[in-house]
């Protein structure tokens, strides 16, 4: 990313003013912070300051808990579409797994809003794409092409096999 910062409201170049609380985003005035804070695009900067904290400047999760907390905030906002998805596939397939597969990165994903913490926004657009695989689909899809993926098999296998839909839907 560019090293130079923009207003996180605004988008005036040369911002240095960085939120004290998440020490990512940076503002060419206080006035510009203050109204970020409530007002500001995807609900202001209230509501995302914790998912640009957990990235930081560098867009890059580097502690477990924050993978953790990036792929629970993913998960939540596209639960809608993956639950009735899910549902539909394995009545019709049998037991599986979703896959996800994106070309963006877990931290970029993980934003409530598509704008980098330099104040600029992303290139190109923020997607997911949702696959339903059953173990034999993924040995002969994934595995095939990404031998490292053969390593998550037992993992899979084992929560394809306990996973008890009638339990999980009550």
């Not at 990036?70 to 809608?80: K, S, Y």
């Not at 009735?84 to 009545?91: E, L």
Request: charged residues 25%; proline residues 3%.
């Amino acid at each position: 990313h560019e090293c130079s910062s923009f207003c996180f409201k605004c988008g005036k170049s040369g911002a240095t003013a960085k939120c004290a609380k998440c020490s990512a985003v940076s503002y060419c005035s206080r006035d510009c912070q203050l109204a970020d804070w409530k007002k500001g695009s995807g609900g202001g900067h209230k509501y995302c300051c914790a998912a640009y904290k957990r990235v930081g400047p560098a867009m890059a999760l580097t502690k477990a808990e924050d993978k953790c907390t990036a792929r629970e905030a993913v998960l939540t906002r596209i639960r809608f579409y993956a639950c009735s998805y899910a549902v539909h596939k394995a009545h019709n397939l049998g037991k599986g797994f979703l896959f996800l597969q994106s070309p963006s990165t877990l931290a970029a994903l993980s934003l409530p809003i598509p704008k980098l913490p330099n104040g600029k926004m992303m290139d190109g657009i923020r997607s997911v794409l949702l696959h339903y695989l059953t173990m034999g689909e993924f040995d002969q899809e994934v595995c095939r092409d990404d031998f490292e993926m053969t390593s998550l098999r037992t993992t899979l296998t084992k929560a394809v096999e306990e996973y008890d839909d009638k339990e999980e839907m009550a």
